[in-house]
């Protein structure tokens, strides 16, 4: 036994037995693709001093393909989450800006992949991100929490993802509902996370 306290992390059957985590549905979701949107979405952000974050990038199936995601960015509040699409210049330019404030934390889970990407495709160093498995680590949790285990721990609720989702065409121009919600859950489950933990 380690000096720290180890706290066992919940298994999958023991999630499949929790009630459902209430998600946020469309009516609290904006998709943003124009630069008008992208300065609308920046004007509600930047009241927030931590935002969820999350990315999601068209999946590759063979090996050695190379990704050319993320082609979604989520950044959200407890109360709402925005899909930022990045086909469109000015949006991106907007995007990139927000990721290298450093005033605003960006709370997630598993992000160094997400980091690395975004210096690629966006040509920006994210700031001030804060990777919440490192804070369950730091609290004698052994294993990488992700979303499911964080949320199952401090809720006592189950986080539902659909692997359909996960493995859709995030390159697409037409983001269907289920992407959308699947999309934006992710950033505003990270973003409670954080409140939970009592971080601020």
Known sequence: ???REQHPTPGKDEIAL????ERLGLDRIVLVNTAAQARE????????AVWGFDTESKPTFFKDQLSDGPHI???ATAQRAWVFQLFDPACRD????????DRH????FGLGDDTRRIVSK????PAAVLELNSVFRERGYRKDMGVKGAVAVLFNQRFLKSKKAATSNWANPHLSEAQLVYAANDAYAAARVFDALGLR
């Open 1 to 3: 036994m380690t000096p």
């Open 18 to 21: 929790l009630e459902p985590f």
């Open 41 to 48: 979405a920046c004007a509600a952000l930047i009241d927030h």
């Open 73 to 75: 960015v989520q950044l």
């Open 94 to 101: 907007q995007v990139a800006a927000l990721l290298a404030d």
């Open 105 to 108: 934390t960006k709370a997630g």
């Open 122 to 125: 966006l040509a920006v160093e």
